[in-house]
């Protein structure tokens, strides 16, 4: 069974910094595009970041230039580095693992910006 597991959610003031921590199996994580998602209570689920094999980024317009997604492949993790956050990133953030064949989602780490 594939598991990701996150790490490093919280709660933070605004302004603040996080890291997020996601870890998967060696056979999917080199295989794999890796990404981060984030759900708002009663909003839908919504991409942060991606990171393909090659190490090439995508971000959402609204974390830009505050996130910075990385993986380091030799120890099959993905990072997720939020900077100056704001109220409106509170959610929970998933990370997840796509592949040519398969999709797979972490079980989510609740992340709070609030003072």
């Known amino acids: 069974q594939v598991q990701l597991v996150e790490s490093g959610g919280g709660l933070v003031q605004p302004g603040g910094s996080l890291r997020l921590s996601c870890t998967a199996s060696?056979?999917?994580?080199?295989?794999?595009?890796m990404g981060w998602y984030r759900q708002a209570p009663g909003k839908q689920r919504e991409l942060v970041a991606t990171i393909t094999t090659s190490s090439s980024t995508n971000y959402a317009d609204s974390v830009k230039g505050r996130f910075t997604i990385s993986r380091d492949n030799a120890k099959n993790m993905v990072y997720l580095q939020m900077n100056s956050l704001k109220p409106e990133d509170t959610a929970v953030y998933y990370c997840n693992a796509d592949g040519l064949r398969y999709n797979y989602w972490g079980q989510g780490t609740q992340v709070t910006v609030s003072s």
């Open positions: 060696r056979t999917i994580f080199s295989r794999s595009a």
